[in-house]
């Protein structure tokens, strides 16, 4: 499936976990239940943003984008993470409201299996975008499917909360956990937000694209074709490498093209989604575009 198809389906799902998560607070009055569902808002309109980047990042280069809209996807994880930082702060507001003032809980196994079958979903759903968003280099689906699992992972938390609130009839014990799940989303709101920052400022492509670049240019290198300045970013699901290509000045530009035009070939066949752009120069002459300093 396509990554669209994906976040489609996460939509679908956010709305079904924020109808099971609704009725597990409505029948138990807890607030740790409130914030899971509380989170669930978080995940829809966070998959309903992710869509619309992803749409975005997929469109061709035009006159005002002419390198595309590949970054498009950055700006969906960081927005995730915003309204994760809000979310937890609305948590924590009713789960200090309900410390201050403890009230019973009621029907806990009827709430406690809504929870259950809602955590079920998002872990299924999660589980399956990952291996999709890593394998399409999609930062928006991977931060989905990352959101998604902690989604699973406060339910757990959740769930055994209540269940030590049933078993000692400490009320307190339930906004204390919704607190602890408050914090806990955060920490994960501050990691997304980190993370599309990073990504924004031409981050350098994985370790192992870098690895199969330098093995493909050490196919070509000899004694009179030799690499340098190679220089390496991402861009949502594309990336991007710059080199200069050293070769004997006596070589017609014939020659010169070919031999390039193989080596690009090579690079975007040993690394997905790579754009190659290299700079023909010959064996005697450098190039020192790195030693002069940005005006501050």
Known sequence: MEVRTYLKISVGVALATIALKTGAWWVT???????????????LAGAMFALVMVTIAARPPDEDHPYGHHKAEYFSSGFEGVL????????????????????????????????VLSSTLNGALAWSMLRKGRA???????????HLFTDVWTSAGVLVGLGAVHLT???????????????????????????SADALMDRAIEPDARAEIDKVLAGFGHQTIRFDHV??????????????????SSWTLG???????????????????????IQLLPLDVEAHFNDVEDPI
């Open 29 to 43: 009055a807890s607030v740790s239940l409130l914030s899971d569902a509380m989170e669930s808002l978080v995940n």
């Open 84 to 115: 994760i930082f809000a979310a937890a702060v609305g948590i924590i507001w009713a789960a200090v409201s309900r410390l201050l003032h403890p009230q019973p809980l009621e029907a806990l196994g009827l709430g406690l299996l809504l929870s």
């Open 136 to 146: 399409a280099r999609s930062m928006a689906l991977q931060a989905d499917a990352r």
């Open 169 to 195: 009839g400490w009320l307190w014990l339930d906004p204390v956990v919704a607190i602890g799940v408050a914090l806990n989303i955060m920490r994960e709101g501050g990691s997304l937000v980190s993370g």
């Open 231 to 248: 220089v390496t970013r991402r861009a949502g699901q594309r990336r991007f490498v710059d080199l200069h290509m050293h070769m004997p």
């Open 255 to 277: 020659r010169a093209a070919a031999v390039r035009g193989s080596v690009e070939q090579a690079l975007m066949s040993a690394v997905p989604g790579l754009r190659a752009t």
